[in-house]
């Protein structure tokens, strides 16, 4: 089955650090980018950001409201995609979804199509 | 950046009826648009691709059409299993921005 599982969610402190963790099964992890994107309590959908597979560089890019501070990367040996979380802010409070990323056949991204099933992260003093 | 606006933001319709979502770009997407269903509590479902081409498993009652600025999702029939809310988002450029949604309720 073809699956993604989000976790690492918690209550924290603003100003400090938290890393989210996106486990693959089911697919070759290695074919697809990998994106995060948030849900804050009565807002929609927000996209975090996104890292590219092997094939087209590993490259990272950020929404402007998180750059700086999160950092995306990726472990293909383990299936797994990370969010590292610094400096955190009351505002990042909300659902954090990861979703694996199609390319097309020229190797631009196309669609999210499989999606975690989020994981809550709670910013308060 | 792209900004992405959706209408109505809610929507009241009733099971059976046709329902149509807009979408717009602030800029020339081509037809790189996505669509995807929210319910709460759930996690997002891949609906539409590439402005028309629908995922693999979503019933054909959903439906995408448009290129440029301007894009429609249409639910021919709506189902009790629709009522959610609905997101547009673009694939041209970063940030990859999503519409506010568009919450179809009864």
């Known amino acids: 089955e073809v699956q993604l599982v989000d976790s690492g969610g918690d209550l924290v402190q603003p100003g400090r650090s938290l890393r989210l963790s996106c486990t693959a099964s089911g697919f070759t992890f290695g074919d697809f980018a990998m994106a995060w994107f948030r849900q804050a309590p009565g807002e929609g959908l927000g996209w975090v950001g996104v890292i590219g597979n092997r094939v087209y560089g590993g490259t990272t890019e950020y929404a402007a409201s998180v750059k700086g501070r999160f950092t995306i990367s990726r472990d293909d040996s383990q299936t797994t995609a990370y969010l590292q979380m610094n400096s955190l802010k009351t505002e990042d409070t909300a659902m954090y979804y990861c979703?694996?990323?199609?390319?097309?056949?020229?190797?631009?991204?196309?669609?999210?199509?499989?999606w975690g099933q989020g994981t809550m992260v709670t910013v308060s003093s | 950046d792209i900004q992405m606006t959706q209408s109505p933001s809610t929507l009241s319709a009733s099971a059976g009826d046709r329902v149509t979502i807009t979408c717009r770009a602030s800029?020339?997407?081509?037809?790189?648009l996505a669509w995807y269903q929210k319910k709460p509590g759930k996690a997002p479902k891949s609906l539409i691709y590439r402005a028309s081409s629908l995922e693999s498993g979503v019933p054909s009652r959903f439906s995408g059409s448009g290129s440029g600025t301007e894009f429609t999702l249409t639910i021919s029939s709506l189902q009790p299993d629709d009522f959610a809310t609905y997101y547009c988002q673009h694939f041209t450029g970063y940030p990859l921005t999503f519409g506010g949604g568009t919450k179809v309720e009864i």
């Open positions: 979703s694996r990323v199609r390319y097309d056949s020229r190797g631009y991204l196309e669609a999210s199509d499989i």
């Open positions: 800029h020339n997407i081509g037809n790189w």
